[in-house]
């Protein structure tokens, strides 16, 4: 089983151009080994990318996100879905606050089977 280390180092990697955002986080205090908080940033970099339409290597990173979600520890799911994709959630289409908000449907066409349950299950929770 893969530990939360072990699913964020691999999910961060995917992505070269989120390197200068997680650099960044790192200048300003950031903690490499608070997941919650490097997935936040990731999460953030993900909305981002997706409001200005450039989805590069998402498809990949999400890919990834499938293939580690049955490999992860509790702990690491956990930091996988609500450190990842619940920040997704709440930063970029529920409550989009200061960002512009991102389509749904959008966004779930990135999502694998068992991202898309993750996902389906997360929401439920957010749901009156």
Known sequence: MLSEDQVVDRLIAICPRFVDSFQAYLNQGGDRNEYYNVMAELARWVGNRLLGQQRGCLQELFDELEALLPHATRPARDVLVIGF???????????PGAHSTVNADLFLSFLGPRSRLAWSELIGQWKP
């Not at 994709?85 to 409550?95: C, S, T």
Request: aromatic share 18%; glycine share 10%.
């Open 85 to 95: 994709l619940e920040d997704i959630y709440l930063g970029y289409v529920r409550h």
